[in-house]
């Protein structure tokens, strides 16, 4: 796909959707897919592909920007989109994570190739080069401010760095197993580890310390996410008052997506469970739509939208593919995801 369109080459391509699929892609688990493909035929001259699907798929509207396809026996439609614009040159391999800047004006990024690299994020120019992990980087993401970058690594190091130097200024030990992801509490006095030790861990960015381990799992912690918690959950109490150097802790619930199948809401002040889900397989990642509102993906394929204040059963559970659910993002109504096909 070429920059900004769908290029000139040979537009080609596989995609599948689940038998017995709702209109929204969801469908009864075990179900098998259909699949089908696309191919381009030619161009025409205002530039519009001339494209075709394979039997039992639609071509609906098709634009130098878009590709409607649908599936009439299952009731299902798919939106293909071409890039805004691609940048080639930042990685030589998979990138495992980005951030963007809360300006909009940086890019962060990890890859296999193992480099952790700064960005503009209007053009793709690379402004520094982060080295200091040993092994692969997991997970990245910019503070607040913008002007300091957080990251984990399979070395059981959590760092900070400059933007503006690319100097390590904080290096956190006390994992026993490489860190998966992070978060920050409101504007970067504390931040928050979970690792494949099983645990989540609360540190304290001004002395370099471990402030406590909000939970211990006893499996992997794939990935977590921190929101605020609707005012009626009861978060519990601490047994112990908390440090002094805890800031912006109170009234807000960590999420822990884990290995174990499970899906864990924790209060960050308190560390004391707030419920407890069961998925159909090991949990990816997880995030807040709202205070009440939750998202989690699974490595089968599935995306678990539950209240937190009654997490018995999910409002719903949606299914387009078997493919693993890597990253979940709330996006205006509604929400982004990612998957490993």
């Known amino acids: 796909v070429g920059e900004g369109g769908w290029g000139s080459s040979e537009l080609g391509g596989a995609f599948g959707v689940p038998e017995g699929a709702g209109a929204d892609g969801c469908c009864p688990p075990g179900k098998a897919t259909l699949y089908g493909s696309v191919t381009r035929r030619g161009l025409s001259s205002d530039g519009v592909p001339d494209i075709v699907a394979s039997e039992g798929f639609v071509v609906g509207e098709v634009t130098k920007k878009s590709i409607l396809i649908s599936c009439p026996q299952e009731n299902v439609s798919t939106k293909f989109l071409a890039p805004y614009t691609s940048f080639c040159r930042i990685h030589q391999k998979s990138i495992t994570c980005l951030d963007i800047s809360s300006g909009g004006g940086l890019g962060v990024s990890t890859s296999t190739d193992g480099t952790m690299k700064i960005w503009q994020a209007a053009n793709g120019e690379i402004r520094r080069l982060l080295e200091g992990h040993v092994y692969d980087v997991n997970c990245c993401r910019f503070f607040p401010s913008g002007l300091v970058v957080l990251s984990g690594g399979m070395d059981a190091q959590l760092k900070i760095w400059s ?5 390590c200024v904080v290096t956190f030990k006390g994992h026993k ?61 601490p047994e112990n008052p908390p440090s002094e150097r805890e800031v912006g802790t109170e009234g807000k619930i960590l999420l822990l997506a884990r290995e174990d199948k499970k899906l864990q809401g924790v209060g960050l002040q308190s ?11 090991a949990f990816n990642c997880c995030t807040f739509l709202s205070s009440t509102y939750i998202l989690a993906g699974t490595q089968d394929g599935n995306i678990y939208q539950l209240d937190v204040r009654n997490t018995t059963a999910p409002i719903q559970v949606i299914h387009r593919s078997g493919a693993p659910v890597l990253s979940l993002l709330p996006y205006r109504d509604g929400f982004i995801a990612s998957q490993g096909n």
């Open 271 to 281: 560390r004391q469970p707030v419920f407890l889900f069961i998925g159909s397989d």
């Open 177 to 237: 197993g490489g860190i998966l992801d992070t978060a920050i509490v409101d504007r970067g006095r504390n931040v928050l580890s979970c690792s494949r030790d099983g645990t989540a861990r609360l540190w304290d960015c001004g002395q370099s310390s471990c402030l406590g381990t909000i939970a211990d799992c006893g499996s992997p912690v794939n990935g977590i996410a921190l929101g605020a918690a609707d005012s009626s959950l009861n978060l519990g109490s």
């Open 163 to 167: 933007a503006e130097d690319a100097s």
